[in-house]
Every structure is written in C-alpha cells, then in structure tokens.
C-alpha cells in the first residue's frame, strides 16, 4: 500500500506519499481534472501524467477520491476533508493498536501528545469527558 516512506502528516502505512501529494491538491480546490493535479505536482518534482492518472485511479478504489465526467474529461474530487480523511484513517490504525494493548497504547498517546501538542491534552480531556456523558445516558437509557 505504501512504499514506508513517512508522509509529512504521519499518514505511514496507509497512503503513500504520491497518494498524500495528491489528496492536498484535490483538498486545496472544490475539483481538478487528472492534467491539474499533475500540474500542480509537476511543478515541485518531474512526474508523468500517466503516473498522477493512475494513482488518482487507486485512491478511487480506496475510496479516498470521487470522479465525475466532466465536459470531456473527469473530475476528481476528495471524498473526505482532510479532517475527516485524518479520522476515517486514524481511527482504524488506532483501533488495532487498542485491540494489542488498550493501555500502553493510551498512555503512549498521551505521552507522545504532551510532546508534540499539550494544548491538544486539555481539549482530548474535554473529549473523554463528553463521551463518558454520552455513554452514561446511553447506559442510562437501557
């Protein structure tokens, strides 16, 4: 599926960094024919159309893009945002993590969070916090 390559967004093992070069273009406008997205990634490295064709063509399979017939060519569009990408993607990888080690996989978490982002600590404390609620009700109402 990828070629290992660590993507600037840490999408590894999922998308690989052709994939990821093309999801930032589609996210970038409302829609781009397979000639404007290559353009647009030819203009920081030498790549073949036919390359950016066929890569839009995998990321359609996956479900990561849509395309439409246009006036005489197609259309691509991302078929998520990239926050919504970001957690479709996010939460299988974190789920398999989960089902290996639910704890040390959390406190990794939040330890790798408190590094990276700590403001993100307090806003993943309001999000537990809220879904605690929720399955409350829910428990409630049973």
Avoid at 70 to 94: E, K, P
Wanted: glycine share 8%; with cysteine.
């Amino acid at each position: 599926m990828t070629n290992g390559t660590k993507t600037r967004d840490g999408h590894q093992g999922v998308i690989g960094r052709l994939e990821q070069e093309i999801l930032e273009v589609l996210w970038s406008r409302p829609e781009a024919s397979g000639k404007e997205v290559h353009e647009a990634i030819s203009a920081n490295r030498a790549i073949a159309l036919t390359t950016v064709l066929t890569v839009l063509e995998r990321l359609t399979k996956k479900g990561f893009v849509t395309k439409v017939m246009g006036a005489n060519v197609y259309a691509y569009r991302s078929a998520q945002t990239r926050d919504g990408f970001t957690r479709l993607v996010s939460h299988g990888v974190i789920k398999g993590i989960l089902e290996i080690s639910a704890s040390g996989a959390c406190a990794s978490f939040v330890d790798t969070l408190a590094d990276v982002n700590p403001v993100e600590l307090e806003r993943l404390l309001a999000l537990i916090e809220k879904k605690k609620k929720e399955m409350g009700t829910r428990a409630a109402a049973r």
